[in-house]
DNA sequence: ATAGCTGCAAAAGTTTTGCATTCCA
DNA sequence: TGGAATGCAAAACTTTTGCAGCTAT
């Protein structure tokens, strides 16, 4: 029997982090989530699950996690930042500027491409972001 | 004689907008600037210049010429937005996580890539803005 | 003339922090 | 036990706004 995909407790450790309940909770509520909450619609879902996780516990865990790198925090524009488990692969973001929707969108040759152009350039990526801000195109 | 390529007042005209000295030194300032200034910096490097220029006037033209198209606004992490006049070519940013040095990179590859992607999903790109956090590579 | 801009200062909104207390290792 | 983490509240920061006066058109 292999151990679950996601240990949160073992990946706090491995991190040199201690398992705090806080951190716990605050770490599955973003892995239940299915959108990209800010720290604000965190604070809130974690308070169903224990009222007594405080609004800078939120932040401090967001910040250690992210160190972690178990966590991604979005930097989007005129709104506070948005926080996403780290995904297994890289993908973008596309924000329908109409509705403000979220799509995660991928693609393994523009990530290839991505590579090879910074590391001509003598740097290797640590991490990447896009944001595309997109319409629905009307349908012809 | 043509006009200059870069016509700031005609720019603000076209858009609607009143061509003040406070925009025009905004601006100007944006122009100039090699780096990616974020609004204090600008509002220093302004008041070199006219010393009446207000902070909540530097955040209020960004605003304006941002709705204009005319400046481009880039929201990086753990840190306040900056800014840059809205280039003529679409590119990414790639930050040395070391030194905080940011250098423009373009592909026309990835533009390419990226645009047919997102048709496909039914959108069309109104603009993107790509954030790599790099490293630079040991010499082997 | 007048709608749009600006300056000033105060407010709003997000994120961080000091300190005493609690808790994991 | 001892350092790390938390809760509370206050502070720090970035950005926005109300309002009276100014100015480009």
Redesign the pocket.
């Known amino acids: 029997m292999t151990a679950v995909s996601t240990d949160f407790a073992q990946a706090l ?1 491995d991190a040199g ?7 716990m909770i605050v770490m599955s509520v973003l892995m239940e989530s299915e959108d990209h909450p ?3 619609e965190l604070f809130a879902r974690t308070k169903v699950i224990d009222g ?6 939120v ?3 967001l ?1 250690a996690l992210e160190e972690a790198g178990l966590i991604r925090k979005l930097s989007f524009e ?1 709104e ?2 948005r926080f996403e488990v780290t995904p297994a692969a890289e993908h973008d973001h596309l924000v329908d500027v109409d509705t403000g929707e979220v799509i995660e969108i991928e693609s393994a040759e523009i990530e290839q491409l991505r590579r090879e152009l910074v590391e001509r350039l003598g740097y290797e990526i640590i991490s990447h972001n896009t944001l595309i801000r997109a319409r629905k195109k009307p349908r012809s």
């Open positions: 450790r982090l201690r398992v705090t309940q806080q951190r800010n720290a604000d007594s996780v405080s609004f800078a516990t932040y401090r865990t910040a005129h506070p930042a």
